[in-house]
């Protein structure tokens, strides 16, 4: 197993352990917006260039699951958002400095 690939789950963690440091137990969906399956969400808004888009989107739904975060498009579009800025989606970035 080489670096990068055991450094893969790095940015899921840094998102999970955010999302632990929430004051909220779960986040229900609200009035008006209805659950989305976030593994077929990720996979269509993330960039095409992305590699291993289905480990990201497996992940990702896991994290979603499992910290009782709502489903919806707005939740999973911040999520990758964060993920773009502070990582490229690659496992191991280059941080300057």
Same mark, same amino acid.
């Given at each position: /197993? ?5 450094? !893969? ?35 269509? +808004? /993330?960039?095409?260039? %992305? ?13 979603? +699951? ?6 919806? %498009?707005?939740?999973?579009?911040? %999520? ?8 490229? !989606? ?8």
């Amino acid at each position: /197993m080489s670096a990068a690939s055991r450094l !893969y789950p790095l940015p899921f963690l840094a998102v999970a352990i955010l999302a632990g440091c929430s004051s909220q137990s779960g986040q229900p969906v609200s009035k008006g917006e209805k659950p989305v399956d976030v593994a077929s969400v990720v996979r269509q +808004k /993330m960039p095409a260039s %992305v590699k291993d888009r289905e480990a990201w989107a497996k992940d990702i739904a896991t994290t979603f +699951k499992s910290q009782g975060l709502a489903p919806t %498009v707005e939740n999973i579009c911040s %999520v990758l958002a964060v993920a773009q800025q502070e990582s490229g !989606y690659q496992a191991d970035p280059v941080v300057p400095g």
